[in-house]
């Protein structure tokens, strides 16, 4: 509680502390979509029986940490913005983007996930059917825009809570 309590002697801590999650956000994002999951891809555990529950398991716990990133981002710019430490003509467009960023975590976490999860299970152990449905390829397709556009927004605020964090000079 001594970030929460202090933001009026030093708010340039939240400025770090927003910069730091995104850098942790962005970068896991980064291993779990370019490294694990083409790992994954390659070593053929797609096509196990038990790869459904255990895909749903590493994104439901990673969509929770991802919640958990979007409402420190959102608290941390709201308070950057409360003690006006964000340049004027940027603080409409943070708060839109960092809201953003909690839509899209909800999002993956509450409909993306879930449903992806519901086309992956196979209902009839007798069909060997290995094709993709059309639905879950325009399911994969969302998740990858969805992935797109938090890279793009993420990297933007990753900029501008940058420029925000700046040392106290004693001049």
Not at 89 to 94: D, K, M
Not at 96 to 122: E, H, K, M, R
Not at 128 to 144: A, C, G, K, P, R
Request: charged share 10%.
């Amino acid at each position: 509680m001594d970030i929460v309590s202090s933001a009026k002697r030093n708010p340039s801590r939240w400025s770090v502390v927003v910069f730091v999650t995104l850098c942790f956000w962005l970068s896991a994002s980064t291993v779990l979509d370019f490294v694990i999951i083409p790992s994954l891809m390659q070593a053929g555990m797609m096509s196990e029986p038990g790869f459904i529950s255990a895909g749903y398991s590493m994104f439901g716990l990673f969509n929770h940490i991802e919640l958990l990133c979007a409402g420190i981002i959102l608290s941390g710019f709201l308070i950057l913005k409360r003690n006006h430490l964000l340049p004027q003509e940027q603080e409409q467009w943070v708060m839109i983007f960092a809201t953003f960023l909690l839509v899209i975590a909800l999002t993956c976490n509450y409909f993306l996930t879930p449903q992806l999860s519901a086309f992956g299970i196979d209902l009839n152990w007798f069909e060997t059917n290995t094709i993709m449905s059309v639905e879950m390829v325009q399911f994969h397709l969302s998740y990858w825009l969805l992935e797109l556009m938090k890279f793009i927004i993420g990297g933007l605020l990753l900029v501008w809570s940058f420029q925000a964090w700046q040392p106290e000079r004693t001049d």
